[in-house]
């Protein structure tokens, strides 16, 4: 479990193998404290530490995970948001996040408004109704606040702050995104379609 606040913004240094593929990502974290088989958010895709080097770890993504993430589309070189597993006792900054992404967005717009940037995306279909003004979603693994909803359509605010410290301030027009829906939104959904 996480909570979107990213907390590094490592690199991709290596790619390889077939079918699954194994990915080596640099990180100021002090890899000391990473064990084996611990879950670290990578642009918001919740992923298991393999082997760990003295400022690098590696992960294993199954093929599920290249088809439904935007990992079939890392490179050497490509930085990605950071952060270590919720631990009991830490600060809940953001909001709760679990790094099973729901699906892939895309950038429809950047705006400069005064210093922060208003960022206009397009959800897969199915995920739309998920997706409510003033309500969270995590997009490359950062929690954000949604301002406007309309059909598959939302804007989120990116403040000077989020622009320096994710990798959210590199962010055009046709890149896409992990999305990840609130988890209380899909729960409230599922009651719904339960209790009809």
């Known amino acids: 479990m996480f909570t ?10 290596d790619i390889s193998g077939e079918g699954d593929l194994r990915f080596e990502i640099t990180t100021s974290y002090d890899t000391s404290g990473i064990d084996i088989g611990a879950s670290v958010s990578c642009s918001g895709a919740c992923l298991t530490a393999i082997e760990i080097g003295d400022d690098w770890f590696a992960v294993q993504v199954s093929p599920e995970t290249l088809d439904k993430t935007t990992a079939s589309g890392w490179s050497v070189g490509m930085p990605l948001n950071l952060e270590r ?6 600060e809940l900054g953001g909001h709760i996040v679990t790094g099973h992404v729901d699906g892939i967005g895309t950038v429809k717009t950047v705006t400069p408004v005064a210093e922060s940037w208003v960022v206009a995306f397009e959800a897969p279909p199915e995920l739309a109704q998920f997706i409510a003004p003033k309500g969270s979603i995590t997009i490359d693994g950062v929690s954000l606040t949604v301002n406007n909803v309309e059909g598959a359509f939302f804007e989120i605010n990116i403040i000077p702050h989020t622009q320096q410290v994710t990798t959210l301030g590199k962010l055009t027009s046709g890149a896409r995104v992990n999305l990840e829906i609130d988890v209380l939104a899909r729960y409230v959904a599922r009651l719904k379609e339960v209790n009809g």
Request: proline share 0%; charged share 25%.
């Open 85 to 90: 597993a919720l631990r009991m006792g830490d």
């Open 4 to 13: 979107g606040i990213v907390s590094d913004i490592g690199s991709v240094r």
